[in-house]
């Protein structure tokens, strides 16, 4: 994914070190030998997808260079509690200023991977792809992003520069369905950006039929309706849009979505309503 880029990497890493490094690891400084040249493990003390290894190898090696990573586990595969995911060896300061950011990204983003498994898990055997949403913590939308690929799943735009996204709000202030769809098309044109695609919202078969009526989009989102309601809405629609289900999906109901024939699922609780995955690094 282009938000993926070494850039993006490299400067996450060096902002989050900043943010908890500051000034110098005291304690590591005041406490370990300079000199001092240790191993250690990373251990997994719950069941689920493992996510994040790629990016503790970066932050440790962009700590120091001279850290030896040894890679057991990779990203996206399953893991049970007492797996070793990886060890570490070297300069004993270096390891451990670099302890916690990785295990703070690694946790959040295996919980997000193994979520958003479990969710792919459930609508296999429907066509509807599982999507996240801009429901993310700021300035960690990159790392969880990233987690719901590892974990199977696919990303909706990346932020508000990617895509036009005409949601309930957008169609209120605009006066309604066609002039918000009409507006967003002649701002393209104005601004020469044919790359912006147009996903609208609609909360009613209504609204279906006035985008069907209007066309110049690309996917219809159906918003918090019922799944008999979903179902009528796609067979109105008849595969000349892509269509996306969003609002409200749970568990219990998500495989009766699937059913209704939809292209896309989104789910905002991947990356808003995950259990972190336990996870320690210890002294070998």
């Known amino acids: 994914m282009e938000y993926l880029s070494e850039f993006a990497i490299n400067n996450f890493i060096a902002l989050a070190l900043a943010e908890d490094v500051g000034d110098g690891d005291h304690s590591s400084l005041g406490g370990v030998p300079k000199e001092a040249q240790k191993k250690a493990q990373l251990i997994v003390k719950d069941n689920g997808i493992i996510a994040g290894i790629n990016l503790a190898e970066r932050i440790f090696l962009k700590v120091d260079p001279t850290l030896q990573f040894d890679l057991k586990i990779k990203d996206g595969k399953e893991v049970i509690k007492g797996d070793r995911a990886f060890f570490i060896q070297g300069n004993a300061r270096s390891i451990l200023k670099a302890e916690r950011l990785v295990l ?5 983003m295996s919980g997000i991977a193994t979520y958003t498994n479990k969710l792919v898990k459930l609508i296999s055997s429907t066509n509807a792809k599982l999507l996240d949403t801009r429901k993310t913590t700021p300035n960690f939308r990159m790392m ?17 520069f990617d895509m036009i996204m005409l949601k309930d709000n957008h169609v209120d202030y605009a006066g309604g369905i066609a002039e918000a769809i009409n507006n967003a098309n002649k701002y393209i044109r104005d601004i020469g950006r ?34 008999e309601m979903m179902k009528t809405a796609v067979n109105m629609i008849n595969k000349r849009f892509e269509v996306e289900a969003s609002g409200g999906v749970t568990e219990e109901s998500i495989v009766e979505i699937a059913k209704t024939g939809v292209d896309y699922i989104s789910v905002g609780a991947l990356t808003h309503s995950f ?5 320690s690094l210890k002294a070998v």
């Open 104 to 108: 703070n990204c690694m946790q959040r």
């Open 144 to 160: 969880e992003k990233w987690a719901v690929l590892i974990g199977g799943g696919h990303n909706h735009r990346f932020g508000l």
């Open 194 to 227: 044919n790359d912006l695609k147009i996903e609208i919202e609609t909360r009613t078969l209504q609204e279906v039929q006035e985008v069907l009526n209007c066309g110049g989009v690309f996917r219809i989102m159906l918003d918090n309706m019922s799944v």
């Open 275 to 279: 259990k972190s995955l336990d996870m």
